[in-house]
C-alpha cells in the first residue's frame, strides 16, 4: 500500500504538489494522471524520498522509505528509464542493484527472461532503445519482487506489441496482489489498464476514484439514435435537447436513452437504433483537467495563419 498524506513539496516559490493527499490499495492497477506539470514526477519522486517534502509525508508498507532497509525488496520503481551506465551491461546494471539490496545474483537472470532481454543482456546498456530501456528499468524494479511498484512512464518508446505487453504484465502483478501506481499520457491505454485513478492538476487532487466513474461522473450522458423518420425526429428533439448530425444518425446531448425511447414512442416514429453513447478517458480527462493545464499552446489557426 502507498499512503500519501497533506504531502507538499515547494521549490523556491513554486508549489508542486499542494497538500496531496490519496491511498493506492494492493491487487490493481492505479493510474496517476494529470497535465504536464501537475506534479505526478515530484509526487512519486517524494514518496522513494529522491525529493523531501516541504510538508507531509508518504509511506510505503506503512513506513516512508527511509526507513526501509533493503527497500528493492519492499518498492520497485521505473521513474528514467535512461538511469543506466551506457558501458555496462543489461546484465552488469542488474547485478550490482542486486549486490547494492542483497538480492541473490540469479535473480538477475529470471528478471530478464520476465521482461524479455536474455538475448541482449550482455551488450551495453548505452545502445539500447527507449523501448528496451524501459525494459531494463522494468527488470530493476522487479528485482527483490516488490510488493509495491510505481511507473512513470512507462509506455514511452513502445511499439504496439510492447504495450499490449507492458499492460499485460501489469495487471498480472497486480492480480498477485502487488500495489501498482502508474503514471502515463497514453490515456487510451491507461483505460484499459487501470481500475482505478488519482488525477491531479496543479498539484492538487481533482479525483480519486474507480476508471469507470471517472468518466461517467465527467460525461454528458449522450445518445445516438437511427431512423427511417430521421428529420422529423431531429426536429422534435431540438426542442428539448442538443442534437448534432452523424452520417446516418443524430446524437442527442443530455439525454438517457429512455426518454429517447418515450419519446420516440410517443410521435410514432421508428427506431433502428438507440444506444448510449460512452465517453472516453481522453474526453473526460480534457473536461476534468482543462482549467488546470500549465502550458496552453496556440491554435492550428492562428499559428499557421488559417485552418488546416
Known sequence: MIEVVGLTKKFGQTTAVDNLTFTVQPGQVTGFLGPNGAGKTTTMRTILALDTPTQGQALIQGKPYSALKHPLSTVGALLDAKWVHPNRSARSHLRWLAASNNIPPTRVDEVLRMVGLTEVAGKPAGGFSLGMSQRLGLAGALLGDPPVLLFDEPLNGLDPEGIHWMRRFMQALAAEGRTILVSSHLLSEMEHTAERLIVIGQGRLIADTSTQDFIERSSESTVRVRSPHLEK????????????AEADAILITGATAEAIGELAAEHSITLYE???QR???????????????????????????GAL
Open 233 to 244: 425526429f431531429r426536429t422534435i428533439l431540438s426542442e428539448k435537447y442538443t442534437v448534432r
Open 274 to 276: 438507440l444506444a448510449p
Open 279 to 305: 465517453a472516453s478517458l481522453e474526453e473526460a480527462f480534457m473536461r476534468m483537467t482543462g482549467g488546470t493545464v500549465q502550458y496552453h499552446a496556440s491554435s492550428f489557426t492562428s499559428v499557421m495563419g
